[in-house]
């Protein structure tokens, strides 16, 4: 295979876009809890790592947001190797076919997926609310 003006241009284009969006992923953040109220080395501690106490409704929502993020990757690799199959199909129908009924039942399961987290964050939020004894729950709720 030649190797074309082309084919560099297209790898240094999908590299760089790689880095972008690897980039948007990981945010930066400067960590603002020091800054106030700095007493002792003890709020350090528990600050970065420290034995404090953690709620089971914080360890629960965690683990529903990793797992919601692994399902996601899981469709990022179902509609990739749908695109490879449907590409490289040639014209043969019962491949194309294939190809589109998995891309289509990966758009499925991302939908499904998506009300989940949403019903699941509606859910975390109004009984945090709840417990705090706000006077209605759903003041102050962002983020839908």
Do not use: C
Not at 12 to 29: C, D, E, Q
């Amino acid at each position: 295979m030649k190797i074309t003006k082309k084919h560099i241009l297209s790898f240094v284009f999908l590299m760089f876009l790689g880095l972008v969006l690897l980039s948007a992923t990981l945010p930066v953040r400067a960590d603002n809890s020091l800054v106030n109220g700095q007493v002792s080395l003890k709020e350090i501690g528990m600050t970065y790592g420290g034995a404090t106490p953690v709620d089971i409704r914080t360890t629960v929502s965690r683990i529903i947001v990793v797992v919601l993020g692994f399902l996601g990757v899981i469709f990022i690799v179902l509609a990739v190797y749908a695109g490879f199959l449907y590409m490289t199909a040639a014209g043969n129908e019962e491949k194309t076919t294939k190809a589109l009924d998995m891309l289509r039942n990966a758009v499925i399961g991302l939908i499904i997926v998506l009300m989940a987290w949403a019903i699941t964050r509606a859910t975390i939020l109004i009984l945090g609310r709840t417990v705090n004894n706000a006077v209605d729950p759903w003041v102050g709720i962002s983020g839908f």
